[in-house]
């Protein structure tokens, strides 16, 4: 079946390391997308991407880094600079009609991950 | 920017109960989707719901454009519709073509 796989579900870390959380997707969707939840809020915009080669930053791109090689994979590195990085991060994905606002998202399971 | 506003924030049901949950936004918009987070966070698309009305078994959707607002109808509620509901937009105006989120209903359904 189709998805968007996220590796590792549960992530824990050190301060001061760097992690970086997998995306993988094989909708041979185009665009792609982390956000970040935490307790009791909305989701909030790391980064996009809407093609190979090429990605944007959200809302809130500080202390965070991406990567869009290929077009199934999106990993996001969560830099020792994200001052508070503890939070469950969700990737997703949706076809790129030449307008992205009319495509529905997709999501991954999710990554938590916990910084200590 | 467009603000997104849903209520109510918490709803708790018993099993078998109707609801309905409403989503505001204040500027037109061409895309409007329906997502379901389960406790577990797992995020479902429900509905893809810019205008118009959509079922899907015992759930459906109205999204009024003129009015700015969408509806998100759940019949006959069960256990596994417990979670948390989030309406999202893209505005039609200008060049930002990020989902808006709202922050979500809570509806715990008890049996």
């Known amino acids: 079946d189709g998805g968007i796989t996220q590796s590792p579900k549960y992530l824990f870390r050190k301060e001061g390391q760097n992690v970086t959380l997998s995306c993988e997707q094989n909708?041979?969707?185009?665009?792609m997308y982390w956000y970040r939840q935490d307790p009791g809020q909305g989701l909030r915009l790391i980064y996009y991407?809407?093609?190979?080669?090429?990605?944007q930053k959200g809302d809130i791109a500080e202390g965070y880094s991406v990567s869009r090689e290929k077009k199934e994979s999106f990993p996001l590195t969560v830099t020792s600079a994200q001052k508070n990085p503890t939070a469950f991060y969700l990737c997703?994905?949706?076809?790129?009609?030449?307008?992205?606002?009319?495509?529905?998202?997709?999501f991954g399971n999710g990554t938590r991950l916990t910084v200590t | 920017g467009i603000q997104v506003e849903q209520s109510p924030p918490d709803l708790i049901l018993q099993e078998g109960a109707n609801s309905t949950l409403r989503c505001n936004f204040s500027?037109?918009?061409?895309?409007l989707q329906w997502f379901h987070q389960n406790p577990w966070g797992q995020l479902i698309n429900l509905f893809y719901?810019?205008?118009?009305?959509k079922q899907n078994g015992r759930l459906s959707a109205t999204t009024v454009a003129t009015e700015r607002y969408s509806l998100l109808y759940i019949s006959s509620s069960q256990t596994t519709d417990s979670g948390v509901y989030f309406c999202?937009?893209?505005?039609?105006?200008?060049?930002?073509?990020?989902?808006?989120w709202g922050l979500g209903t809570s509806l715990a359904v008890n049996p």
């Open positions: 997703a994905s949706s076809i790129r009609t030449g307008n992205v606002k009319n495509s529905p998202l997709h």
């Open positions: 909708l041979n969707h185009d665009a």
């Open positions: 991407s809407q093609i190979v080669n090429d990605f």
């Open positions: 500027d037109s918009v061409n895309n």
């Open positions: 719901i810019p205008s118009g009305t």
């Open positions: 999202a937009v893209v505005a039609n105006a200008g060049n930002n073509r990020k989902l808006i």
